[in-house]
């Protein structure tokens, strides 16, 4: 099966200026996730989805970043404007676990997009 | 609130040894899972193992297993036979409850196996 797509690979851009990063989830994959991860750190989640509902976006700073999941299938990360400190891999996963789902699922993620902001 | 503690930000080991990466973790959720991640420098995260709050046995999955120990609140991940091909980032992470919540991750630890 094929594997989460992410793109872009690499984005760089100014303080300030809009980015914004496509995920495309396994197919049948019912959840969604967007996680920050900032050098030498581990995964910070930004926002689930479960299919096209919101589950949990208590972490994702709604000041300036964005993300939407139309139709249940396809997820995009806006950032605007975008700051120093948002320089980070951007990481989408998914998972088949719908509500009640079983613990063990694990998530499957992509290769990420690595932002630079300057 | 969940967390996963790595205290070790660094670890090296020889090839073929054996090596122990430490986690410990805090949640107040009766039932949960434990994970492991592996995340190479080309950036993918690897899932690798999988330990639930009530499995009877410690977890083993390959050259990995999962040294659970439920009072003191550590999932240590074990690596048998380390190869040149381990060395990256490990993350421990962990959900709790229905398992409708993401994982939460912890820092991790960089893993060099040196020939």
């Known amino acids: 099966e094929a594997g989460v797509a992410q793109s872009p690979r690499y984005k760089i851009i100014e303080k300030r200026q809009s980015v914004a990063f496509w995920c495309n989830p396994i197919s049948g994959h019912a959840t969604l996730y967007w996680y920050q991860q900032i050098l030498g750190q581990g995964?910070?989640?930004?926002?689930q989805f479960q299919n096209n509902g919101v589950v949990d976006d208590s972490q994702l700073p709604k000041d300036r970043f964005s993300a939407e999941r139309l139709k249940g299938v396809d997820s995009t990360l806006k950032i605007q404007p975008a700051k120093l400190e948002d320089s980070a891999v951007y990481l989408c996963a998914s998972t088949f676990a719908g509500w009640g789902?079983?613990?063990?699922?694990?998530?499957h993620f992509g290769n990420g997009t690595r932002l630079t902001v300057t | 609130a969940?967390?996963?503690?790595?205290?070790?930000?660094g670890m090296f080991v020889q090839e073929k040894e054996a090596v122990t990466l430490d986690c410990t973790y805090d949640t107040s959720d009766p039932s949960y899972g434990l994970f492991w991640y592996k995340q190479p420098s080309?950036?993918?995260?690897?899932f690798l193992i999988y330990q639930g709050s009530y499995d009877q046995q410690n977890a083993t999955e390959g050259r990995y297993s999962l040294n659970f120990q439920k009072a003191r609140k550590s999932a240590n991940l074990v690596i048998s036979a380390s190869?040149?091909?381990?060395?990256a980032m490990y993350f421990c992470a962990m959900r709790g409850d229905t398992g409708r919540r993401?994982?939460?991750?912890?820092?991790g630890t960089r893993l060099q196996v040196q020939p």
């Open chain 2, 2 to 9: 969940q967390k996963i503690t790595q205290t070790q930000p």
């Open chain 1, 43 to 47: 995964p910070k989640l930004l926002i």
């Open chain 2, 83 to 87: 190869q040149l091909g381990d060395s």
């Open chain 1, 101 to 107: 789902s079983r613990k063990n699922s694990p998530l």
């Open chain 2, 42 to 46: 080309s950036g993918e995260m690897i």
């Open chain 2, 102 to 107: 993401a994982l939460t991750f912890g820092s």
